[in-house]
């Protein structure tokens, strides 16, 4: 069975320093891999997805995020926080018509 | 620009009563889904629906029944809602080709609260 796990339910970070949002997988396959972003009173929308080839993914907003198979990780990082990065994230998993999600990981933006 | 439409964002209702939540896509999309999002759990597949008439039952499906008589429209049933219920309800429609490697496109959400 598939399954994902976020590290962390709250993460704070001071704006313009690193964000790295943490992401581990288990499948018996490999997976598809993603990173949504939910902004506050809106639904989910795609930041970046990970389906085959290159394992480093850059996705919107400056994020990007890198697949390593033996670690079973996927996590999602952004070298500058910007204010407007305050949000909840949720990392996904998919291999059939299921998307398995994380729990999601807000992220509070300090000044 | 792609559009997935809930129809209520906010719902107020009263233990027992029948809920209806409709969701409306404009991409042409062949599957729906319908998610419950709830803090500390994720989302939670309930239904999902991969042609008109087609559905399959997510991981959540108690309480719940769907609806999907024309392509472009998937709708939530609470036949009786309970306390328990009171959630983020979000609904997500894909493209068939894209299947599980494709972007999943998120309605805003609607907040039911069952009193």
């Known amino acids: 069975a598939q399954s994902v796990t976020q590290l962390g339910s709250h993460v704070s970070v001071s704006e313009g320093a690193l964000v790295l949002l943490r992401c581990n997988y288990s499948?018996?396959?490999?997976?598809?891999l993603f990173w949504y972003v939910q902004y506050p009173n809106q639904g989910l929308q795609l930041l970046l997805k990970?389906?085959?080839?290159?394992?480093l993914v850059k996705g919107i907003n400056g994020f990007e995020a890198e697949f390593k198979k033996s670690e079973t990780s996927f996590h999602l990082t952004k070298p500058s926080a910007h204010m407007s990065d305050a949000a909840e994230y949720f990392c996904?998993?998919?291999?059939?018509?299921?998307?398995?999600f994380g729990t999601g990981t807000r992220l509070k933006v300090l000044a | 620009d792609v559009k997935v439409t809930q129809s209520s964002r906010y719902l107020v209702k009263r233990t027992g009563e029948k809920v209806f939540l409709e969701c409306v896509q404009d991409?042409?999309?062949?599957?729906m889904f319908w998610y419950r999002q709830d803090p500390g759990l994720g989302l939670r597949l309930i239904y999902f629906?991969?042609?008109?008439?087609?559905?399959e039952k997510g991981d959540i499906p108690e309480g719940y029944s769907v609806s999907r008589e024309k392509k472009e429209r998937f709708s939530l049933i609470l036949e009786s809602a309970s306390t328990n219920q009171t959630s983020m309800y979000l609904c997500?429609?894909?493209?068939?080709?894209?299947?599980?490697?494709?972007?999943?496109?998120f309605g805003e959400g609607s907040r039911l609260t069952v009193l």
């Open positions: 997500a429609s894909s493209l068939v080709e894209a299947a599980n490697t494709g972007e999943l496109f």
């Open positions: 499948s018996s396959v490999p997976p598809y």
């Open positions: 990970y389906t085959t080839g290159a394992t």
């Open positions: 996904a998993v998919s291999r059939t018509y299921k998307y398995i």
């Open positions: 991409m042409d999309h062949e599957n």
């Open positions: 629906s991969y042609d008109v008439k087609m559905k």
